[in-house]
């Protein structure tokens, strides 16, 4: 008989929390929630929720991967599942969604994650809302990666050992290429999984994910370029042409040859023109266009951050856009 367990991580999630706890209904034997110092009560509404709290230590820097290890730790002390449902505080699970993740999972045993549709809760509230939903729509069918959202067989993350906590962002990915040279795969149902609410609604919190992402294609190029996925280069490479080398050798370009070098500015409209008109030309393609092109500065900033950290030896800070 397939035993199933679920971990949720979450600080300040409040509300949201609330919800996450009462969507998980009776597929779950053991339900561990992972706090990351929360100070509105989170701790105490989860208890009650009948969920096993495990509170990380505040003077250690918080990291979605160290907050899930915790809960793959936390179900160690008694019988270990045969799957765990990853979930993010901020999300709700679709009803339907484990029944047809297990039946695939029954199907396929070598598929180590599996995951299907995150929607957004609210992307009418804003164009950044509308984004995230955009950029959760990922291809159906083997993936290289899954999201904080997961279904994940058991034996796989004892196999990887679990999440790695040197990362601020982007540990999934990270995890799922792991496994991928371990000889598992990565699937994507064609399936409604989680909602989740971003509630991101001004340009500086999207500045800061822009900028997580950056930092996270970095430390995946730092530590996987060089092998055959090239992991983390394509971002890298992208950030810094768009964010950094381009308006640079425009502005010395400039100062060598004269002002006219500022028409190879005109890329970045053309560059929006084309990603666009690629969406279907409609508002949400140009709003999209444009945040992504913007997006792309803050990107290169999280680059630079993250080697300007390295080179002086300091630990990472996680970069919170709420």
């Not at 597929?27 to 990380?56: P, Q």
């Not at 080398?245 to 370009?253: F, K, M, R, S």
């Not at 060598?256 to 949400?284: D, E, H, K, N, S």
Request: aromatic share 10%; charged share 20%.
């Amino acid at each position: 008989m397939t035993s199933i367990a679920a971990v949720i991580i979450g600080r300040n999630e409040g509300a949201r929390l609330e919800a996450c706890l009462a969507s998980l209904g009776q597929d779950f034997e053991r339900v561990i929630y992972v706090d990351s110092g929360s100070t509105d009560g989170s701790v105490d509404l989860a208890k009650n929720a009948g969920a096993h709290v495990v509170a990380l230590d505040t003077t250690i820097p918080f990291t979605a991967a160290r907050a899930r290890n915790a809960g793959i730790e936390a179900l160690k002390s008694d019988a270990t599942p045969n799957l765990v449902q990853f979930l993010d505080g901020d999300c709700t699970l679709v009803e339907t969604w484990v029944r047809e993740a297990i039946t695939f999972l029954a199907k396929h045993p070598k598929v180590a994650v599996v995951c299907g549709r995150r929607r957004e809760r609210f992307p009418e509230n804003s164009v950044y809302n509308r984004l995230c939903d955009a950029e959760w729509n990922t291809r159906i069918g083997e993936a290289t990666a899954c999201g904080g959202d997961a279904l994940v067989r058991w034996d796989a993350l004892e196999a990887v050992g679990g999440y790695n906590t040197n990362l601020i962002a982007g540990e999934e990915p990270e995890m799922c290429l792991r496994m991928r040279r371990a000889g598992w795969t990565i699937w994507r149902l064609d399936a409604e999984m989680t909602l989740h609410d971003a509630a991101m609604t001004r340009f500086g919190q999207f500045w800061k994910r822009a900028k997580r992402g950056g930092y996270a294609y970095a430390q995946a190029a730092a530590m996987y370029g060089n092998g055959p996925e090239r992991h983390g280069v394509t971002g890298t490479r992208r950030a810094l042409f768009w964010g950094l080398a381009l308006p640079l050798v425009t502005l010395l370009g400039a100062l060598i040859f004269g002002a006219w070098v500022f028409g190879l500015l005109l890329i970045y409209p053309i560059q929006i023109c084309r990603m666009a008109l690629r969406a279907g030309g409609g508002r949400f393609g140009w709003e999209q266009a444009v945040l992504l092109t913007v997006g792309k500065f803050a990107e290169a900033s999280g680059v630079l951050t993250y080697h300007w950290r390295r080179l002086r030896g300091h630990q990472a800070d996680l970069i919170e856009y709420k």
